[in-house]
């Protein structure tokens, strides 16, 4: 990681995600960094203020978190070791967003944290990937979009519908951002970003 990061240097980069991430398929070793805040120290420590660096949030908590007590004080254990900037999990219950920026100020955060935004294109898929990840899809989206069946076209209508509104109200509450996951499909994105006239 040290020569990646001289690599890095050298080729003029200064914004990083610092993830922990998930282990590679069949390894049990963690390697030197078990938690995402080890690294974000490392990095602080070997470049100093170089890199601007976004770590991870959780809105809904993280999925191996005991409690959503234990995943704030690990959020800002990664803030003080010396994030910039924090990318939320996506979402899709503004209030999460909201409560979750307010618990982090009461903390003593006071770093940007960007939502993370996840348009809707397939719901199998995205049902597949909440579960996965610990994204909640709430109880009245499920059962709208589970209605259109294998109507594509109308999930996607439906979908950029919500989750433009979704948007709109995050940047209306004063969201420093958003981040999306574009999952290779940068079209729903593109659209979402005209409809907010950004």
């Known amino acids: 990681i040290r020569d990646i990061l001289n ?89 999460a967003y909201f409560g979750f920026v307010e618990d982090a100020r009461a903390h003593g955060v006071s770093i940007p944290i960007v939502p993370g935004i996840m348009p809707i294109g397939n719901y199998v898929q995205l049902a597949r990937f909440s579960d996965a990840c610990g994204a909640e899809i709430p109880r009245w989206l499920r059962k709208k979009l589970e209605s259109y069946g294998d109507d594509l076209a109308s999930i996607r209508a439906f979908g950029l519908d919500v989750v433009t509104d979704l948007c709109d109200r995050l940047l209306a509450g004063g969201a420093p951002g958003l981040h999306f996951y574009t999952m290779n499909q940068a079209g729903p994105s593109t659209v979402i970003w005209q409809r907010l006239g950004l």
């Open 7 to 95: 690599e890095y240097k050298s080729q003029g980069i200064r914004h990083l995600v610092a993830l922990r991430g998930d282990l590679p398929s069949g390894s049990m070793d963690v390697g030197e960094f078990q938690y995402a805040n080890e690294l974000v120290e490392f990095i602080r420590k070997e470049t100093g203020d170089w890199f601007e660096i976004e770590v991870a949030a959780y809105p809904e908590v993280h999925p191996q978190a005991r409690s959503y007590a234990e995943d704030m004080i690990n959020f800002k254990r990664k803030v003080d070791a010396g994030a910039n900037a924090a990318i939320t999990q996506y979402f899709f219950n503004a209030d």
